[in-house]
Structure formats: C-alpha cells, structure tokens
C-alpha cells in the first residue's frame, strides 16, 4: 500500500457536531487529536508572509522540555527570508503536502512530500511555497547541545521515499523505521524518523525510557498504550509524550500505521537547574 501523509486543512466544525472527545492532557502525555486544528486555534510568526501554523509542542517545565514542533501552511508565494530569530536553534522540515524550495547557506533545494531538510543551527536559511497549492510541513526546533569533540552537523535534505525501512529484530518487517537523521552521527542530539507498523504489528512491551517524544501519525491507525490509558489514534493525531512514560502500541486498521517521531538522544542528562535543559525558550 502506498505511503500517505495526512496534514490539516483547518475549517471549523459546524455548531451541530459533537465535540471530538479525545483531547487529553496529563501529567505523562498529551494527545491532540485531528479534530482540535480549527481555524480558531492557528498562531503566526513575524517575518512569515502568507504563512499560519499550528504550534503543537513547546518546551514546558515539569513536562517536555526539549523542543517545539509546528504544523506549517505556507500559502503559494509564501514563505520567509528570516524565518528564525534564534541563531542557537536547529531545525527539521518533513514535507506532508506541496512543495517547498530551501535555501540553506546558499544552497537551493526543492522539496515535496516525503521531503526532510536538516538545518543546523546558525545556518542563513529561507523557504518559499513554490506550487500552485498550499505547502504543508512540520518544522521541528530544538537547541544544539555542544559535546566536547564533536562540531555541529552539516545541512542535508532527502526523502522518506528514498530511505530503506529498517525492521526491528524478529518482527518480520511488521515494525520499522525509516531514519531521516544517521542515528550513528553523534554529532546530532535528536532523531527523526518514520516508523511504520504493518496491520497487525505492535510494540510488544512497555517501552520506558529516558527520550521525550512527538509523535505525528501520518497515516492509519492504531491504539495506544500512554502511561495508564489506551487511547485510539488516527491519521492527523498528535501525541507528546514526556521522559519515561511507558508506551506500546498495537496497529489495528487495514492499512500502515505510520507516524513522524522527534526524540533527544546522544547527550548526558543535565545536573544543574531545576529542569537542566537549554530548551525552555524553545
């Protein structure tokens, strides 16, 4: 079955719908389910034209600490010289919708779905909206954390489509995940990638550990075990899940269950300060 990337249209529900029930905040996780990006809830940025977004993770105290993840709709046309104000930030673009051109350090590339630019920080970036329909991306930030002996990561773009799928050890392919970032380059401090379960597949414990996540679901659907609850999520969902909420899922719907992940990873646990980690700004 081909891959899918679902992305947001916005709208609002009419005054005769229920209201989508599946919104959860808790002191371990938090799901935003598809039916909560309305028209009403969208944020803007200075120095955007024809742009809105819907911000779904910012660092938090007590919660998730370590990034911000924004939905982007750029209109055609759209876009930004100056898209961020902070030189300390590094970014990851996945494309959904559309196409986009990015110039990082002077280097244009186009981008489609399925598309992926790692940009790091202190680079001189902008993105246009290039096609005739809106161009539709999650942009994730986070601050690069210097590590003695290792410089910052280069700038690169690729495609999921391009990518191989990895499986995890005995599933037979049911549970795999496709790296946008080389997990063995130490020089980078967070992940991204794809996983996808086949109908059927799961994540047979509960995994507990010390990596914060975001999880988009791109397509599918699945249940999920966050903390105490099961909950069902769908194409368009958002989960964020904060360190060391137990997790599991089990794919339940006739097609893939695929979803974006964000996770920080290759660097020591800070020990000063009440939350110890440079993302509070986000």
């Not at 909560?36 to 809105?52: A, M, Q």
């Not at 339940?252 to 993302?279: I, M």
Request: proline letters at 7%; hydrophobic letters at 35%.
């Amino acid at each position: 079955m081909s891959q899918s990337y679902y992305a947001p249209k916005g709208g609002l529900a009419p005054q005769t719908a229920l209201m989508t029930q599946r919104a959860v905040f808790t002191e371990a996780y938090a799901v935003i389910p598809r039916g909560c990006f309305s028209d009403i809830v969208t944020s803007y940025l200075p120095g955007w034209r024809d742009t809105r977004l819907w911000i779904i993770a910012r660092p938090m105290s007590g919660f998730a600490e370590t990034f911000s993840q924004y939905v982007m709709e750029v209109a055609p046309g759209g876009g930004s010289d100056t898209p961020d104000n902070d030189p300390q930030a590094q970014s990851a673009l996945f494309v959904t919708e559309g196409t986009l051109s990015v110039t990082i350090d002077g280097t244009t590339h186009a981008l489609t779905a399925g598309g992926f630019a790692y940009i790091p920080a202190g680079s001189i970036w902008s993105l246009t909206a290039t096609g005739d329909t809106p161009a539709r991306f999650h942009w994730i930030r986070k601050l690069w954390e210097p590590a003695e002996g290792l410089t910052r990561p280069v700038a690169f773009v690729t495609n999921e489509r391009d990518l191989p799928k990895n499986a995890m050890p005995d599933t037979e392919g049911r549970w795999a995940t496709t790296r946008l970032i080389d997990t063995e380059d130490m020089r980078h401090d967070m992940h991204v990638n794809v996983v996808t379960f086949e109908p059927g597949g799961l994540i047979p414990f509960e995994e507990t550990h010390v990596m914060e996540h975001g999880l988009y679901v791109l397509q599918g659907k699945a249940s999920y075990k966050l903390n105490k609850d099961w909950v069902e999520v769908e194409a368009g969902d958002f989960m964020w899940l904060r360190a060391y909420c137990p997790q599991a899922c089990y794919a339940a719907g006739p097609e893939p269950f695929r979803y974006l992940l964000y996770k920080d990873v290759n660097r020591h646990a800070r020990l000063r300060g009440p939350w110890s980690n440079p993302g509070h700004q986000g």
